[in-house]
């Protein structure tokens, strides 16, 4: 079984800060793409930022300049440090990653995060 373990989330002003961590764990083989996506009340789900294992990172055009995607291929763990909070960022954020397992060969299995609430107050 494989665990997404996300912290970090909570209640900032607007141009505050935040740094979320999500952590894998489990029977890992390798990890490929890791990312993050956010739902706000009312809307779909949508990506923010997603990074290669080789580090090639991609955002959302509203993030850009203010969110950085990093991650410690050691601990299998993606981070996400959000500057410039704006109450438009308020969501709840959700990590996902799209890795092989253990005796599963090629095969790649995508798993999400339980959601960690963001909220900017304006």
């Known amino acids: 079984q494989v665990q997404l373990v996300e912290s970090g989330g909570g209640l900032v002003q607007t141009g505050g800060s935040l740094r979320l961590s999500c952590a894998a764990s489990?029977?890992?083989?390798?990890?490929?793409?890791m990312g993050w996506y956010r739902q706000a009340p009312g809307k779909q789900r949508e990506l923010v930022a997603t990074?290669?294992?080789?580090?090639?990172?991609n955002y959302a055009d509203s993030v850009k300049g203010r969110f950085t995607i990093s991650r410690d291929n050691a601990k299998n763990t993606v981070y996400l440090q959000m500057n410039s909070l704006k109450p438009e960022d308020t969501a709840v954020y959700y990590c996902?990653?799209?890795?092989?397992?253990?005796?599963?060969?090629?095969?790649?299995?995508?798993?999400w995060g339980q959601g960690t609430q963001v909220t900017v107050s304006s």
């Open positions: 489990g029977s890992i083989f390798s990890i490929n793409a």
């Open positions: 996902n990653t799209d890795l092989t397992k253990r005796g599963y060969g090629d095969v790649v299995y995508r798993y």
């Open positions: 990074i290669t294992s080789g580090g090639m990172t």
